[in-house]
């Protein structure tokens, strides 16, 4: 085969995508040299992305160049390319996805780690992306949001040089260019908190549609599972038939032989997003469903009960109170303090904290604990992590998704041989506890009980949420579910008091407000 020719932009991650690309070629036998293109996206830099005229600002100018002969490949990153493709070219192969998760570099100065995402009241944050924009203020709505152009070597200058407090990047581009952020606090964003644009972290390369000797040569760098997952999010992104600048977030994974599917769409950059996740067998017919999920006419219930208060600026009631749901927020339970003074001999050559809840926090730091230096902190889920920020203190673990079993298995690979201690409430499940291994030890410390209410009202709301086996207890002493109510679970423990039950229920993926909205949105409520 000849050698041959890949079309690439010249910024530094560009070139690092096209040198990837030409290294991966050498290793199947084929030699390639590189041809620099400037596209519209890197002439025109004092105009936002959404205000650019058409389609493909990034790729129209490879795509000339290539339907012209003058270069054999062009390299993309996979997000910047329009669902549409030209007449004449297709995209032959896609190599493994780098991490999708976005970075929020913050100055020094301008870290709070009690709030969430660590930013400082006010904080301006950089970004030219709508979809960052919308979900950014849906977290926190205090933020400033400011458009953010040019690479990344040149967005990283403008925040060194204090033209905003923070910026947002994806992950997938410092990775590849192996950047020392050591002089900034840098937090990892979760794809299932900040979900990502469709194709994120994938590479694209494209040729001419009759070029079949190229087309397979270059089945050899294929990723099967990165082509199914993202064949969804740009099918999801073509139905709603918008483009790079349309605040859409698509994400789907493949977990445990199920595809996990994460989406967030809002109408403008400054509404508040809706949130919708599945969990699928197979991707037939998934983006269909996903997009009918958004739709206008879909019937959503109007009341929804909680086994907790809400608070008036919470995630989960901006996220309802948007479609005008009425929020029936009340614990069926209290909970008491059983220590009032903590022994030091608990907190003696502990290496890790772990927190299951928001109340084992609270409980704990309300006993002003004298806390090594060296302890680390681990938690549950994002809930859990919010009350340990407002207790000053950052969690080196977070446990990802709902499955408390998942997370028990997770941190104890993390822990084994060290010493855990565990705050919890005297009638603590202990899950975690039983998945360590053998030679790590566990100092246990029951700091609160739980107290079910008695003579708990009925609701009449058409879901319900209950937050804990307690709670469960609680409300089903002398209430039934009417016909019609829909139940959402928080938590394993919670899930297997309804299996006991016979009553059929939902689990969001994450037991936080993001993932209860989901939930909720998730639920078809028949006229």
């Avoid at 339970?333 to 003696?348: E, G, M, N, S, W």
Wanted: glycine letters at 6%; charged letters at 30%; proline letters at 4%.
């Amino acid at each position: 085969m000849k050698r041959l020719i890949i079309g690439t932009r010249g910024s530094d991650l560009a070139l690092w995508q096209a040198n990837f690309i030409k290294d991966r070629l050498a290793e199947i036998g084929a030699e390639a040299e590189l041809k620099i293109i400037k596209t519209q996206g890197d002439k025109i830099l004092n105009l936002r992305l959404d205000k650019l005229e058409g389609k493909g600002f990034f790729t129209k100018e490879l795509e000339e160049e290539l339907l012209g002969g003058t270069i054999d490949i062009a390299v993309h990153s996979h997000k910047d390319l329009p669902t549409t493709h030209p007449a004449g070219l297709t995209i032959a192969a896609v190599t493994e996805r780098e991490d999708p998760s976005e970075l929020l570099l913050i100055l020094k100065d301008c870290v709070d780690i009690k709030q969430k995402l660590s930013l400082k009241t006010g904080a301006m944050v950089g970004t030219s992306s709508n979809r960052r924009k919308a979900q950014m203020l849906s977290l926190r709505s205090d933020l400033n949001i400011e458009d953010l152009r040019g690479n990344v070597p040149t967005r990283i200058q403008k925040l060194r040089d204090e033209d905003y407090d923070a910026i947002l990047l994806a992950k997938a581009g410092v990775n590849r260019l192996n950047i020392d952020l050591s002089e900034f606090h840098v937090e990892v964003v979760d794809t299932t908190e900040l979900v990502p644009a469709p194709a994120q972290g994938a590479l694209a390369i494209q040729i001419r549609e009759n070029d079949l000797e190229l087309a397979e040569l270059l089945k050899q760098l294929n990723h099967q599972e990165t082509i199914d997952a993202i064949g969804v999010e740009r099918k999801v992104l073509n139905l709603f038939e918008g483009g790079c600048h349309m605040p859409l977030g698509c994400y789907c994974k493949k977990e445990d032989g199920m595809y996990e599917i994460w989406t967030s769409k809002a109408e403008t950059d400054e509404h508040f997003p809706d949130r919708f996740f599945c969990r699928e067998e197979s991707l037939d017919g998934v983006a269909e469903k996903i997009v009918a999920k958004f739709s206008p006419d879909r019937k959503l219930p109007s009341k929804v009960f909680i086994s907790r208060e809400i608070g008036e600026h919470s995630y989960f009631r901006k996220a309802l109170e948007k479609h005008k749901i009425d929020i029936e927020g009340r614990s069926l339970i209290r909970t008491f303090p059983i220590v009032t003074v903590l022994d030091p001999f608990y907190l003696k050559h502990v290496n890790w904290i772990f927190f299951t809840s928001r109340n084992s926090v609270e409980y704990f730091f309300a006993l002003k604990p004298f806390l090594s230096k060296h302890a680390k902190f681990a938690v549950a889920g994002r809930g859990s992590e919010d009350s340990l920020r407002k207790a000053g203190h950052l969690a080196d673990f977070v446990g990802e998704g709902g499955d408390i079993e998942e997370v028990a298995e997770d941190f104890a690979k993390l822990v084994a041989g060290q010493t855990v201690l565990f705050p919890r409430a005297q009638d603590s499940l202990q899950t975690i506890q039983k998945a360590l291994t053998p030679d790590t030890k566990v100092v246990d410390l029951p700091i609160y009980e739980t107290v079910i209410e008695e003579d708990v009202d009925q609701t009449y709301a058409e879901v319900l949420i209950f937050t804990s086996p307690s709670n469960v207890d609680a409300y089903f002493v002398e209430n039934l579910l009417e016909p019609g109510q829909r139940v959402i679970a928080i938590g394993n423990s919670t899930g297997k008091k309804f299996d006991e039950m016979g009553v059929t229920y939902t689990q969001p993926y994450s037991p936080d407000e993001i993932g209860l909205a989901e939930a909720v949105f998730g639920i078809d409520i028949k006229s």
